[in-house]
């Protein structure tokens, strides 16, 4: 599951209410830690007794090495509850532009299907949408207002044949 950075306040909703609804199904939520729509769906997953969560970094994963920084209590909560932060990058390794559309490939491979909340005409979100089609995975976009900067990315999705997400059952429909 994954968005934009500057969540709207809608987008952030739906990030925490979904991924609750998925890890009470006992579906893992995988995403990127960053602040924004990544954050609400860890949290939503944490809201859950029964899911896990998954975090990709795009840099170290030693605690006084992690990014964004104020993430840091979301980061202490996963491990607590059994998820895991996970990172291709070595201790020390500060992050970087170039980590993050990197960190976005191995987000959709851990995932069976990719969810896109919010996304901006450009957007990592994209990134990760285009890595899962590359690696054969469903990927699904949540319309959005089409005044909304947030929701360009998001429509062209759809347009472009992703799966419109519009409520759980979406999520595992028979075509998908």
Not at 69 to 92: C, D, H, P, Q
Not at 127 to 142: P, R, S
């Amino acid at each position: 599951m994954v968005g934009c950075r500057m969540a709207s306040h809608n987008g952030q909703t739906i990030a925490r209410v979904l991924a609750r609804e998925l890890a009470n199904r006992n579906i893992n939520i995988v995403s990127g830690m960053a602040i924004g729509i990544d954050k609400y769906a860890h949290l939503g997953a944490l809201d859950s007794q029964i899911g896990k969560t998954i975090a990709v970094l795009g840099g170290s994963v030693a605690d006084e090495e992690i990014y964004p920084y104020e993430n840091y209590k979301v980061f202490e909560r996963i491990l607590e509850t059994g998820g895991a932060v996970v990172s291709e990058y070595g201790l020390g390794s500060r992050p970087q532009r170039n980590h993050f559309p990197a960190r976005n490939r191995i987000i959709s491979g851990l995932s069976d299907k990719v969810i896109v909340i919010e996304a901006k005409k450009k957007s990592g979100s994209l990134i990760t949408a285009n890595w899962a089609l590359e690696q054969g995975k469903d990927v699904f976009a949540v319309p959005g207002n089409i005044l909304a900067k947030n929701s360009v990315g998001t429509n062209n999705l759809i347009k472009e044949g992703a799966y419109l997400f519009s409520n759980i059952e979406d999520i595992f429909c028979e075509k998908c």
